[in-house]
């Protein structure tokens, strides 16, 4: 059974519905934050009025955050401080209200003197040339990309200064596609820059003038597109311009000398995070003591770190490297091709993974697994949005070579790469399809988690770090083998209202082995519609959203709200839907005394979703609840696209208590079935060779459906079926003789029932389980 992805499903779980918009950001102003000082933001979006708080990605110890006034339904302001400590790159940030959190919107910590774009904040235009802005280096301009948007900037350098540049406007989850251009003051070309990979669709470069004055720098989306929440940074200074480091991990808590191949300083000295639950992390490089600085991703790993040795470009030249450890290596010269030799046991197994985009190289690996008599045993590109992966098992005692080559045969300081070797081991992989939650105090909502699992099948016991007194889960053990868990954080009556960082974690135990996991998301930043729905809604995540800064995608981001007074439960936890037709399933409300309001459902998940410009194939019809109706009976009606399968609906319920709009989810597993499913009693037979008996064919049907079915045996030599058995409508089952042939072979016999029947407007195909005859000699007869 095929289970449905459930990231949209919940992308509105404890936001909103679709009687109720979601609280949403789609601005923040400045789009940067200063260390040490304190920085007045700006955010619009939608149903920020009762902004409560703050949400960031950041340990609370290094960020306060206080609200300035009221909020209004378009705009909350706050004000920010950080503390020295706090590491430069991009975080997350949500808005908290009476009612719920925001998606996570992007902002960079920088620490270079800003500025911001006059078109921004004093309407004074900056589209011509003759317009440009005045800015003295170094400098961050904050800034917006409108549409048709071209925005112009004037500096001043000597002879032979060298000025890095960067911009940051797509790395913040919009659609922004920069492309830059430096002229000099009479408007001739000097250069430009598009894309940089490793940074989306962001670039950082370095140009070094020939004369001395005043140049003119242009920035606009290359499609000459915008909008007034496309925020940017544009950096220009005298800051390091390498987006990669070799090499590119270190152990927790330990120091390791990296290398940045576009820098021109040496090595330095990198303290790594005594951290594993969150591996990667910006770290802060400056070329000299007073240069300003730029950001970029390390990761901490336990594994032994290798760096390639030159030569080994070719079979006879291999480097020797442990297992386990990381390979770190580099792509400097035309079609090079690395090889490294693994000494492997019969029957050892090994895991090879490739790391080259989320470290912010341009390398695209191959990866060429050879055998000891040096035959080609593997090859490997990356998946989709993956790179380069597999698993191996020696087949023999020896050196085995592993050769990389960068796919369309580039090179240069950026291609470098890490490939992590070791030996497969049991592990559980852990995805929560939410990233945020808001929760009453008394009450529960749903925390749906996926797993997977390498050579372990649980049980998995779960965890919270981070969760007040009072805040807990439901359930914590998850049953052996069991990939999806309906889990639940429950919040007590006396958990303190706020706003809180959650991890999940799951351990085991397999043999001495330990294991460990925490749970990920993907959690949606900007919305892009699909033309789902009426407003376009649901919303997907962009391909540039994919790879998001390493502190959001490892935790959750819950708000306990003050308790409300309606809760409701569904009384089916599993509900079969036949095909082509209907059923129902009970809610049951419950109200405090005094509360009257009407309650609004809505359900949501896999097929009760719109697919592009598709109806649902699954339609929910949902009675209001009121302070006399306390059981609703709901209805799912099938259409003609639905498929057979098997997923997680939430079904939300909304009211309004005065100026709070409250939120309560539920979930149920719904499976959609053939509304039949013939079956005979008993299912197994034993006769001797021209024996005979008499079974009972069962049609199985699923409520409403009552009309004729057809089961059609299949025919096998030697046993004496109809070829047409009819169960009428309204009828249960039938009897049906079955006869052996005196001359059939002894042996077992599976003789399959499919069926068909007009299920309302549509003629339905399905099979149930198999009648299965063993035909037996008259002498094991008599045994």
């Not at 005859?773 to 008599?782: E, W």
């Amino acid at each position: 059974m095929r289970f449905l992805p459930l990231a949209i499903v919940f992308a509105f779980l404890g936001a909103g519905t679709a009687a109720h918009a979601e609280v949403f950001i789609d601005h923040v102003f400045p789009p940067s934050f200063e260390r040490g000082i304190v920085n007045r933001v700006r955010l619009r979006g939608s149903r920020l009025s009762g902004a409560t708080g703050l949400w960031t990605s950041l340990p609370r110890s290094q960020l306060t955050a206080r609200q300035i006034a009221d909020s209004v339904d378009g705009e909350a302001v706050f004000e920010i401080e950080l503390t020295d400590e706090v590491p430069l790159g991009l975080y997350g940030l949500r808005v908290a209200t009476r009612d719920g959190l925001s998606n996570v919107h992007l902002f960079a910590i920088d620490d270079l003197r800003t500025v911001a774009e006059a078109e921004t904040t004093e309407a004074r235009p900056n589209n011509k040339l003759e317009q440009a802005q005045q800015v003295s280096l170094p400098v961050s301009i904050i800034g917006t990309c409108r549409s048709s948007d071209v925005d112009h900037f004037v500096i001043e350098v000597q002879q032979g200064q060298r000025v890095a540049f960067e911009v940051v406007g797509n790395r913040l989850g919009k659609g922004f596609d920069p492309v830059l251009m430096i002229f000099d003051d009479q408007g001739n070309f000097i250069t430009e820059r598009d894309n940089d990979v490793g940074l989306f669709f962001d670039c950082r470069f370095e140009h070094t003038f020939d004369q001395s004055g005043r140049f003119i720098v242009r920035l606009h989306d290359t499609r000459f597109l915008g909008s007034p929440h496309w925020t940017y940074l544009l950096r220009m200074g005298d800051f390091p311009i390498a987006r990669v480091a070799l090499p590119s991990t270190g152990p927790p808590g330990g120091v390791a000398s990296v290398h940045f191949p576009q820098a021109k300083s040496g090595p330095h000295e990198v303290v790594f995070p005594d951290q594993l639950d969150t591996r990667r992390f910006f770290f802060e490089l400056r070329g000299h003591e007073n240069d300003s600085p730029a950001w970029l991703p390390l990761a901490v790993s336990e594994f032994e770190n290798v760096v390639e040795s030159e030569p080994n470009e070719t079979p006879q030249q291999p480097n020797l490297v442990p297992v386990p450890c990381n390979i770190h290596g580099k792509m400097d010269q035309v079609s090079d091709w690395d090889f490294f030799a693994l000494e492997l046991k019969k029957g050892q197994r090994i895991a090879v993974r490739s790391d080259t985009r989320d470290m912010g190289s341009a390398a695209d690996l191959e990866l060429t697994l050879m055998g000891p008599d040096g035959k080609t045993l593997k090859t490997v590109d990356d998946t989709g949005f993956d790179d380069a992966a597999f698993e191996f098992t020696a087949r023999a005692d020896g050196r085995h070579l592993l050769k990389v080559l960068e796919v369309v045969r580039k090179h240069g300081p950026e291609y470098v790469y890490r490939i992590e070797v070791h030996e497969r081991t049991p592990a559980v992989e852990l995805t929560s399809q939410i990233g945020r939650i808001a929760i009453p105090q008394g009450s529960w909502q749903p925390l749906p988690l996926q797993l997977s699992y390498t050579d372990f099948a649980g049980p998995v016991d779960l965890a919270l770090i981070g969760a007040p007194a009072g805040l807990h889960l439901r359930d914590t053990t998850v049953e052996e083998g069991a990939q999806e868990f309906a889990g639940a954080l429950v919040a007590d009556e006396s958990t303190p209202p706020g706003i809180y960082t959650l991890q999940v974690v799951a351990t085991a135990q397999k043999d001495d082995r330990s294991i460990r996991a925490v749970a990920t998301a993907h959690p949606l930043i900007d919305r892009l519609p699909t033309g789902r729905g009426p407003h376009g809604e649901p919303f997907e995540l962009r391909e540039d959203q994919r790879r998001l800064p390493p502190s959001v995608t490892d935790r959750l981001a819950v708000v306990v709200i003050p308790s409300v007074p309606f809760d409701f439960e569904i009384s089916t936890p599993e509900v079969i839907l036949p095909r082509y037709l209907h059923t129902e399933f009970l809610i049951e409300t419950t109200r405090v005394d005094g509360f009257t309001d009407p309650i609004e459902f809505v359900a949501r998940g896999g097929l009760l979703e719109y697919k592009q410009l598709q109806m649902p194939s699954v339609l929910a019809e949902i009675p209001t609840g009121s302070s006399d109706r306390h059981e609703l009976t709901a209805t799912l009606s099938s259409g003609v696209n639905t498929s057979l399968t098997k997923h997680l609906v939430t079904v939300t319920g909304t009211a309004q208590q005065g100026l709070r709009t409250i939120n309560l989810t539920r979930t149920f597993q719904l499976e959609v079935k053939v509304a039949y499913a013939p079956s005979v009693d008993p299912p197994k037979l034993e006769l001797p060779p021209g024996g005979s008996a008499r079974v009972r064919l069962h049609a199985n049907r699923l409520k409403p459906f009552d009309g004729e079915l057809k089961v059609r045996p299949s025919q096998q030599d030697g046993i004496d079926l109809p070829e047409e058995l009819v169960v009428p409508a309204g009828q249960d089952s039938i009897d049906v003789e079955v006869k052996v042939s005196g001359q059939i072979k002894p042996g077992t016999y599976k003789i399959k029932l499919p069926g068909s029947a007009r299920i309302d407007k549509f003629f339905e195909e399905g099979a149930g389980d198999p009648l299965e005859i063993v035909v037996k000699t008259q002498d094991d007869v008599k045994d």
